[in-house]
């Protein structure tokens, strides 16, 4: 499974946007990217998921450059419930992907400040 | 729709007691797998359930810890002797298939273990 390395906390302030940068040197081909949301005294939760470009759903955007050697979680406008850490995974697809093991890093934990 | 659910949510024993979680996944999903999440740390999966087979357990410490699921729908996870080194939070995970589609995992809350 390709290593990802990703910062180990960053501040922000409400209404902010918040970029999260992950390097994933070793991804393979058929990896895709997968960003997990935890917040104290729960489980972790799927935000967003992508193979190349750019995603967006109605919580966050995911940028991936051409070379797909890091990745982007973009989180717009936050606010004080986005405090939380943040997980990059690397690995097969979370969709028709056989076994979809999950393997954590330590995370980025984002605290927004008022 | 009810989430994954997990009991105790916390457990206090001392060193080489044993203990016992318990998982209900959500209803319909095939695969359930167990984490540990110790403070600072992502969780690592521990053991990962197809129906009542195991797919995984690679990563769990077979000389002290056992899982077992069954019937296929709920889940136990023993830790017998417990260590300090145990100490962590036990996350309960379920997803609809363990192949094709649908495999987005939905967490539990958690059981926080401390071993004293």
């Known amino acids: 499974l390709a290593k990802t390395t990703q910062p180990i906390s960053m501040d922000s302030y409400e209404g902010q946007e918040v970029n999260i940068t992950c390097s994933h040197n070793n991804i393979a081909t058929n990896d895709y990217i997968t960003w997990y949301q935890q917040f104290p005294s729960q489980g972790p939760r799927f935000i967003i998921q992508g193979y190349k470009t750019k995603v967006t759903n109605e919580v966050a955007s995911l940028f991936i450059p051409a070379d797909r050697k890091s990745s982007t979680l973009s989180l717009p406008r936050v606010s004080l419930s986005d405090t939380a850490v943040y997980y990059c995974?690397?690995?097969?697809?979370?969709?028709?992907?056989?076994?979809?093991?999950?393997?954590f890093g330590g995370g980025t934990r984002v605290l927004v400040k008022p | 729709e009810a989430g994954v659910a997990q009991s105790p949510r916390y457990k206090i024993i001392e060193k080489r007691q044993s203990v016992a979680f318990w998982c209900n996944p959500i209803?319909?999903?095939?695969?359930l797998y167990w984490y540990q999440q110790i403070l600072g740390q992502g969780p690592k999966l521990l053991i990962q359930f197809q129906n009542n087979g195991v797919v995984d357990d690679s990563q769990l410490p077979k000389d002290r810890f056992s899982a077992e699921r069954l019937k296929g729908v709920d889940s136990t996870l023993k830790i017998q002797p417990a260590k300090l080194e145990d100490s962590a939070v036990y996350l309960c995970?379920?997803?609809?298939f363990g192949t094709g589609e649908q495999n987005e995992q939905f967490f539990g809350p958690g059981t926080r273990l401390t071993v004293l």
């Open positions: 209803s319909g999903h095939a695969t």
């Open positions: 995974l690397v690995g097969v697809r979370m969709i028709k992907a056989a076994g979809n093991k999950l393997t």
């Open positions: 995970a379920s997803s609809l």
